[in-house]
Every structure is written in structure tokens, then in C-alpha cells.
């Protein structure tokens, strides 16, 4: 009895889902490769133009010069009018940057501002205490340096980078604060598009993966009915159609194969039909020979039995009524052949005389 079992998984099945996970795999790593380092690509341009943009700025500009405007009422001083006007003159020419500042730092860590490029009425006063002092603010008192990462609060999304005034002695600083909110669209074009990117492979390997299933599914189906016929006998079935792959060669297989059985079959058909003729020869000899042999026995009978035989000339007489001698009697019933000769009585009785003369 054969035993199936309850479930099957089918192999078209796990060739679609093989594909599927294979293309979403690669797509997906090689996706987010290229989004990463998309990604890390335009970090870097953009904090390398930020760090370069505050260290050339922090060098136009001498600390010794700063020393004076502690307070808001030193906005009047010509040095803080003149240093206002350059840093807001080089925030004009770089519509990313959002803010530009110069900022101080006491001796007893707290950070001010010093000037505030800011054209509203929200401008910082000097003197005014900087309450979100960063990590990467107090390094940059002594080394240029930029946000690790892009910050977003309620005014945007920023990036910001530090560089120390020229003769500052670790007490002043640049700061820059740039737009990215177009570097956020930049990067959310990308997700966008390296998602589409990988629906676009997902569909493509869908619609590759029903191909080459169904394609397989059905060689191996065809494969499987000729299995059958060759089974039930139809040696005269053709696996039709090519693919140009190792399908070809398994069907050209499956084909020879059925050749040489039908092959095989025609030889045991003429074999079976001269087994059977000679089997129908065998049984005519043997139905002659039981003839011949029902005939002897016949005849033996006739011989057993009683026999009529003249008492004076010995001939014998048939059922017919016809008296014959005893020698062609026996051959015409048993077939044996007499040979004549005289036995030494009569010899002596007929040709005594002339035997005793010799």
C-alpha cells in the first residue's frame, strides 16, 4: 500500500520562495549598502564643508578684539558693530547656514554669547548665558569640530560645526549652525528610492521566480505522465517540445527509453507468436503420432483377437470376408515385412532327395 504523506511541500513552492528570499536578501543588503554609504557621502561633504567654513571664519577674526563687549550695552562699541557685520555678512552668502555666532567661555565653564548674527528680535544679546552646551561646543574651543549628527528642534532640522578664534587660548569660538533640511530630503529621496528600488526587485524576482517554477513544474509533470504511459504501456508516446537545458536530455532519456521497450515488446511478440507456432507444430505431431498410435493399437487388437485361418492353405480371413495369406495380413496391420526362406523340415521334406544326393 503506498503511504502518502498528509503534507507536501511542493517543489515549485520552494523554488518561487528560494527566489524570493534570495532577491529580497541581495536587494536588501546591497540596497542599504548603497543607501549608507549614500547617506555617509553626503554627511561627510556636508560637515567637511561646515568644519571648513567655521576654521576660515574663526581666523578672520582676533580674540583680543572680543575682550571688550561682555554686555548688551556694548552693542554700541564700533568693534561689535564691525564684527556683527562680518559674521552676518558671511551668513548672506551661504543661504545653508541658518546661524552664525561667536561664543565665550568663563572660567567657571559657562558659555555666553559674545555675538549673534541673528537679524530678529530674537538676536542673543552679549553676555546672554548658552544653556544647550554640546559635547562637541566646549571641544571646539580648541580643535574644529562638527555635530556628530543632525539635530532637529522646533526651528529645523541642523547640523552645527565649532572652530576656536585665532588667539583665544581655548576662551572663544565660531559656531555655525546649517541648514540640512535639504540634506534630510536628500536622504529620505534616497530611502524613498531604494525602497522602490526593492519592490521593483521584489516584483521582477516574483514574476521570474512564477516563470522558472511554473516552467519546471510543468517539464517535471510532463516527464511524470510519460512515466505513466510507459507504466500502463503506451510505448508509443513522444515527450514533445524542447527547452534547450538538461530537460532536453531527460526527455531524449525518457524517449530512447520507450524505443528500446517497444523494441523489447516487438521481440517478445514474435517471440510468444513462434513459441506458439511451434506449440501448435508440437501439437499436431503429437495428435499424428496418438493417431498412429491409436491405429497400432487397433491393429494389435485385431492380431490379439480371434483370427479365422484356413486349416489346410492357412490364409486368413478379414472383416470383409477376403482371405489372405497370413504374410500380407500382418503387414497390412502391423507393418512388418516378411522375408521367405525354408526351416530345416520342410526343406528336408520338399528337397530331401537332392539334399541327400549333396
Known sequence: MKNTPRFRFRYSA???LTHMLAVFLVSGSVGTFFYVRAMDNLMRSLKSRLQNSAALLSQTINAQDLEVIRSAEDRQLEIYRDTLEKVRRVRRTNPDIAFLYLMRRAD??????????????????????????VPEMLEGFHQSVVDKALYEDEWGVFLSGYAPVRNGEGRYLVGIDMRADEVRNNLRELRLTGLASLFASILLALLFALYLSRGLTRRIGTLSKHCRDLAMGRLEVRVQGRTFDEFDDLAEAFNTLGESLGGTRADLERAIAE????????EDRVEDRTRQLQETVEKMDVLRGLLPICCSCKKIRDDQGYWKQVEHFVTEHTGARFSHGLCPECASKLYGDIMGKS
Do not use: C, N, R, W
Open 275 to 282: 513459441l506458439k507456432m511451434t506449440q501448435q507444430k508440437l
Open 108 to 133: 567657571d565653564g559657562t558659555v555666553s554669547f559674545v555675538v549673534d548674527s541673528d537679524e530678529t528680535d530674537a538676536q542673543a544679546a552679549p553676555g546672554t548665558i548658552y544653556a544647550d552646551v
Open 14 to 16: 520552494k523554488l518561487f
